[in-house]
């Protein structure tokens, strides 16, 4: 079994639009981590276009010119906080914040209703990660 996240550090937004009720931030180039799972086990590294999708969005800050590389963000879904790594796949309907910041200096925060996450096209490996990097996540799917 693969296990995937997105890690926003270093990932690339080309491009925000609002579109009727949702806002949609396309990445393109997703820092998207998998690993088997297996306590020990190696990664990989890859690069994917990405869609963040948030409902009934309400945005605090600015966002910066695009494209900009993200340097830090964080995603809290009710007692959940994800810190600067996302577990995929990810479609959740309840209150939802997004904070993100820029290299740029921008920073945003964006509350929502729901967020959807997509992976798009193909991706390109970049490296082997270390098993360090994943061993909090197998150690709670190992609990759970």
Same mark, same amino acid.
């Given at each position: 079994?693969?296990n @995937?996240a997105?890690? +926003?550090?270093d990932?690339k937004?080309? #491009?925000?639009?609002?579109?009727?009720?949702? !806002?949609?931030?396309?990445?393109?180039?997703? /820092?998207?981590?998998?690993?088997s799972? &297996?306590?020990?086990?190696?990664g990989?590294?890859w690069?994917q276009? #990405?869609?963040? &999708? !948030?409902?009934?969005?309400f !945005? +605090?800050?600015r966002?910066? &010119?695009?494209? $900009?590389?993200?340097?830090s963000?964080? +995603?809290e879904v009710?007692e959940?906080? /994800?810190?600067?790594?996302?577990s995929?796949?990810l479609? *959740?309907?309840?209150?939802?914040? +997004?904070s993100?910041?820029?290299?740029?200096?921008e920073?945003?925060?964006?509350? #929502?209703?729901? %967020?959807? %996450?997509?992976l798009?096209?193909e991706a $390109? /490996?970049?490296?082997t990660?270390p098993?360090?990097?994943? $061993?909090?996540? *197998? @150690?709670?799917?190992?609990?759970?």
């Open positions: 079994m693969s @995937k997105i890690e +926003l550090h990932s937004i080309e #491009a925000v639009h609002q579109a009727g009720d949702h !806002l949609e931030i396309h990445f393109n180039k997703a /820092y998207v981590y998998e690993w799972g &297996v306590l020990g086990d190696n990989t590294g690069g276009c #990405a869609r963040f &999708v !948030l409902y009934s969005p !945005l +605090l800050g966002w910066p &010119v695009f494209p $900009e590389s993200i340097k963000g964080v +995603l009710g959940t906080v /994800y810190d600067n790594v996302i995929l796949p479609d *959740v309907s309840e209150i939802v914040k +997004l993100l910041s820029f290299f740029s200096k920073e945003v925060i964006i509350s #929502a209703s729901r %967020i959807e %996450i997509y798009e096209g $390109e /490996y970049i490296e990660v098993f360090q990097i994943f $061993e909090k996540e *197998v @150690k709670k799917q190992c609990d759970e």
